[in-house]
C-alpha cells in the first residue's frame, strides 16, 4: 500500500500534482519557497558541516567556518581516525563492521525465516487462538526494549553468551519478528486467493506453495521489510552497549560512542572523521536503495 | 486397507490444526522465550534486590523498598518530568512541524518534491549515535552554533536547557520521518472535492483547514502514537549527549534506569533499574488501553 502510494506521485510527474497556482496564491508560492530552503539549510548544515570538519587540517580547522568548503583539504583525519579506533577504542573500523555486519545480517535472516513462516500461518489459515497469538505478538511492539534488558542480561550471562554474537543476536530476533509479522501478514493476505487454489488443484502442497508462489510474490515486501529490520539493529545502541562490553565484539554505534566523554581528547578533525566514517557507508546504501528505504520505514508504520 | 486409515487422522491434523501451528512455533518459542519471559521476570525483579555481580538475583525479596528507592530520588521525578517534555514535544511541534512541512510541499508544485523529501527525510535512517555525536560538536563551546550566533554559551552543560537541547536534536531527526508518512497519506486526499472547490473560489487555508485536514486525520493520529512509542523508549541521543547531566537534569526514565543498573559509577541496584522498567510497562500499557478506547470509538 504505502509502497504504492508512494511512488505514484513520482509517476505521474509534475502534471498530476494538485497544487497551488503561482500567480493566484503569489503569497503562498513565496512562503513555501521560503520555509522549504530554510528547511533544507537546517537539515543539511549540520552534516556538511560535520564533513568539511573532516577535511580541514589542523591549522585550519577553526577558519573559514561559515563557507563549509575548507581552506586546504586532507585526508589526513581519516588515516588519523583509523588509527586512533585501533589505539584508543581498542577495536579497529574494519572490526566494527565486521562486528555489526554479523549482528545485523544474522538477526535479519533467523528473523525474516520465522517470521514469514508465521505470517503465511496467520494469512493462510483458520486456527484457534490465531487472533490472540496474533495480538500477543504485535503488543510487543508497544513494549520498550530497555524493559527486556536487566533479566535478558542475567539470562544469557547464565548461558555465558555475554560478549559473544548471540548476546546481541537473540534479543534483536526477538524484536524483529514482530514487525516482520505485521508487515509480511498483511501482504500475503493481498495475494489472490485463486492464485493459490489453482496451484492447490494442481496438487502442490501448502509448503510449495508457500516457497514457489507467497515468496516470489513477496519480493517487494520483502526488501522493504529487509530494509526496515537493517535499520533498526545496525542502529541499535542499548542492548549493544550492555551486552557487549569487550570492545573487539562491539558493534559500530557503541564503538563510536566512545570518542565522546572518552578517557582522551580527540582532535577535531579525527572527530568529523570518525562521525563520517560511520555515516558514508549508510548513506550510500541510502542512496542506492532510497525508493526502498521510504518505503519500509513508511509501510512498517502504515501496517500498524 | 488398514494402513492406509491408520495414516489418515495424522494427515487431517496436519492439513487442519497441525500445519499452522507448526508454522508458528519458531515465532512462538523466540516470543515466548525472548519477550514474554523477560518482561514477566522482570516485574516480578523489582520486589527484590540485587546487584549486576549477583549469581542468585531472587534472593532477597524487598516489597516495595525499590520503589520507595525511587520514589524519594529526586533525580527520577526529574527523569520523570523530561521523559513527559519529550514525548509532549514530539507529539506537538514534531507533528505540527511535519505536517506543515508535508502540506507545503504537496501543494507548492516543487519540481524536486522526491529529492526535497528524501533530503529531509535522511536524518532518519542514520544512527542516532551518529547524529548526537555531529550535534555534541556543533554544541561545544567552539562549535558551529556558538560561532554563528557569536556568543559563548555551552548548550549541553546548562541545566536548565540540556533537556530541551537534547528534545530538539531529537525532533531534528525524526521530522523527516513523520513528513514521509503524512506525505503517503496526502496522497489519498481527493483532488476532485479540492478541484470543486478551486471552481468555488476557495482559499487555500480554507482547502487545507476544511478538506486536507480531515482526511489526514487518521495519519495524524498514527503519527502521534508512532512518536508517543519513540520517544517515551529514547536513549541513545540523550546518553551520547549529556549521559543525563549535567548532574542528572537530563536524565530521562531510560538513562536514569541504565545508571541505576550497568552504569559505571552508578550505585548497581538493578532491582530499582527493574523497578524504573516496572513503572515504564505499565505506564505503556495504559496508553495501550487508551488507544484500544479510541479505536473502539472509531477514530483510528
Redesign the interface.
Given at each position: 500500500m504505502?509502497t504504492r502510494?508512494?511512488f505514484?506521485?513520482?509517476r505521474a510527474g509534475?502534471e498530476g500534482?494538485?497544487?497551488?497556482d503561482?500567480k493566484k496564491?503569489l503569497g503562498?508560492?513565496i512562503?513555501?519557497?521560503i520555509?522549504?530552503i530554510l528547511?533544507?539549510i537546517?537539515?543539511?548544515?549540520?552534516?556538511l558541516?560535520?564533513f568539511s570538519?573532516s577535511l580541514r587540517s589542523k591549522e585550519t580547522v577553526?577558519q573559514d567556518?561559515?563557507f563549509l568548503i575548507p581552506k586546504q583539504v586532507t585526508f589526513q583525519n581519516y588515516i588519523d581516525a583509523f588509527e586512533y579506533a585501533k589505539t584508543r577504542l581498542d577495536v579497529s573500523f574494519l572490526q566494527m563492521f565486521r562486528n555489526s555486519i554479523i549482528a545485523t545480517f544474522s538477526s535479519i535472516i533467523i528473523a525474516m525465516?520465522?517470521?514469514a513462516?508465521?505470517s503465511?500461518?496467520?494469512s493462510?489459515?483458520r486456527?484457534?487462538g490465531?487472533e490472540f497469538?496474533f495480538t500477543?505478538?504485535i503488543?510487543?511492539?508497544?513494549?520498550?526494549?530497555?524493559?527486556?534488558?536487566?533479566?535478558?542480561?542475567?539470562?544469557l550471562r547464565q548461558a555465558g553468551l555475554i560478549n559473544t554474537y548471540l548476546a546481541v543476536i537473540?534479543?534483536y530476533?526477538?524484536f524483529l519478528?514482530p514487525i516482520a509479522?505485521l508487515i509480511l501478514r498483511s501482504f500475503f493476505e493481498q495475494i489472490p486467493k485463486e492464485i493459490k487454489e489453482s496451484a492447490k488443484i494442481d496438487g502442490a502442497s501448502?509448503i510449495r506453495m508457500f516457497f514457489q508462489i507467497v515468496m516470489p510474490l513477496s519480493k517487494p515486501a520483502i526488501a522493504s521489510c529487509i530494509i526496515l529490520l537493517f535499520?533498526e539493529t545496525?542502529?541499535e545502541?542499548?542492548f549493544a552497549?550492555?551486552f557487549l562490553q569487550n570492545p573487539k565484539f562491539q558493534t559500530?554505534?557503541?564503538a563510536?560512542?566512545k570518542?565522546?566523554?572518552g578517557k582522551y581528547i580527540v582532535p577535531?578533525g579525527t572527530?568529523?572523521a570518525?562521525?563520517m566514517i560511520?555515516?558514508i557507508p549508510?548513506?550510500i546504501i541510502?542512496i542506492i536503495f532510497?525508493r526502498w528505504?521510504?518505503a519500509g520505514?513508511?509501510m512498517g508504520?502504515?501496517k500498524? | 486397507m488398514e494402513k492406509q486409515y491408520s495414516i489418515r487422522p495424522y494427515q487431517r491434523f496436519w492439513n487442519t490444526?497441525g500445519?499452522?501451528?507448526t508454522?508458528?512455533l519458531?515465532?512462538?518459542i523466540?516470543?515466548v522465550f525472548?519477550?514474554?519471559?523477560?518482561?514477566i521476570?522482570?516485574l516480578i525483579?523489582s520486589f527484590y534486590k540485587f546487584t549486576?555481580f549477583d549469581a542468585n538475583?531472587f534472593k532477597e525479596f524487598t516489597g516495595f523498598d525499590n520503589f520507595r528507592i525511587l520514589f524519594k530520588d529526586r533525580y527520577f521525578w526529574i527523569s520523570f518530568k523530561n521523559t513527559f517534555y519529550f514525548v509532549a514535544a514530539s507529539i506537538t511541534v514534531q507533528i505540527a512541524l511535519s505536517l506543515?512541512?508535508a502540506i507545503?510541499?504537496?501543494?507548492?508544485?516543487?519540481?524536486n518534491?522526491?529529492l526535497?523529501?528524501?533530503?529531509?527525510?535522511?536524518?532518519?535512517?542514520?544512527?542516532?549515535?551518529?547524529i548526537?555525536?555531529?550535534?555534541?560538536?556543533?554544541l561545544e563551546q567552539?562549535g558551529?552554533l556558538n560561532?554563528?550566533l557569536r556568543i559563548d554559551f555551552s548548550w549541553l552543560a546548562s541545566p536548565a536547557l540540556a533537556i530541551w537541547v537534547v528534545i530538539f536534536v531529537s525532533i531534528?531527526q525524526w521530522t523527516?520521518?513523520n513528513l514521509?508518512?503524512f506525505?503517503?497519506g496526502l496522497?489519498?486526499?481527493d483532488?476532485t472535492i479540492?478541484?470543486a472547490a478551486d471552481v468555488d473560489g476557495a482559499s487555500?487555508w480554507g482547502k487545507i483547514t476544511k478538506i486536507v485536514i480531515p482526511t489526514l486525520t487518521p495519519t495524524i493520529i498514527?503519527?502521534i502514537?508512532?512518536n508517543l512509542?519513540g520517544s517515551?523508549?529514547v536513549?541513545?541521543i540523550v546518553?551520547?549527549l549529556t549521559?543525563g547531566g549535567p548532574v542528572h537534569q537530563s536524565e530521562v526514565?531510560?538513562t536514569i534506569?541504565?545508571y541505576y543498573?550497568?552504569s559505571a559509577n552508578g550505585p548497581n541496584k538493578?532491582g530499582v533499574?527493574?523497578s524504573i522498567?516496572f513503572i515504564?510497562?505499565a505506564i505503556?500499557i495504559v496508553?495501550?488501553f487508551i488507544r484500544i478506547r479510541l479505536m473502539r470509538r472509531g477514530e483510528i
Open positions: 504505502a502510494t508512494f505514484k506521485s513520482r509534475p500534482e494538485y497544487g497551488i503561482r496564491d503562498f508560492y512562503y513555501s519557497r520555509l522549504i528547511t533544507l537546517v537539515i543539511l548544515v549540520p552534516v558541516y560535520i570538519l577553526y567556518f561559515l525465516a520465522i517470521a513462516l508465521a503465511f500461518s496467520f493462510n489459515y486456527f484457534k490465531k497469538t500477543a505478538i503488543a510487543s511492539f508497544v513494549i520498550p526494549a530497555q524493559v527486556l534488558l536487566i533479566p535478558l542480561f542475567f539470562i537473540i534479543p530476533v526477538g519478528i509479522t501448502d535499520l545496525w542502529n545502541f542499548i552497549l550492555v559500530i554505534p557503541v563510536i560512542a570518542i565522546a566523554g577535531i572527530y568529523g570518525a562521525i560511520t555515516i549508510v548513506l541510502f532510497q528505504f521510504i520505514m513508511t508504520a502504515l500498524g | 490444526t500445519q499452522p501451528y508454522f508458528l519458531p515465532a512462538l523466540v516470543f525472548v519477550v514474554l519471559s523477560p518482561v521476570m522482570s525483579l549486576g538475583i506543515i512541512l507545503t510541499i504537496f501543494f507548492g508544485r516543487f519540481k518534491s522526491v526535497i523529501r528524501t533530503v529531509i527525510f535522511f536524518p532518519a535512517v542514520l544512527a542516532p549515535v551518529s548526537s555525536l555531529a550535534w555534541r560538536r556543533i567552539d558551529l560561532q554563528i531534528w523527516g520521518y514521509v508518512i506525505y503517503a496522497q489519498t486526499v483532488r479540492l478541484e487555500w498514527l503519527n502514537i508512532l512509542i517515551f523508549r536513549f541513545d546518553y551520547v549521559r526514565f531510560t534506569m541504565y543498573s550497568f538493578m533499574g527493574s522498567a515504564m510497562f505503556m496508553f495501550g
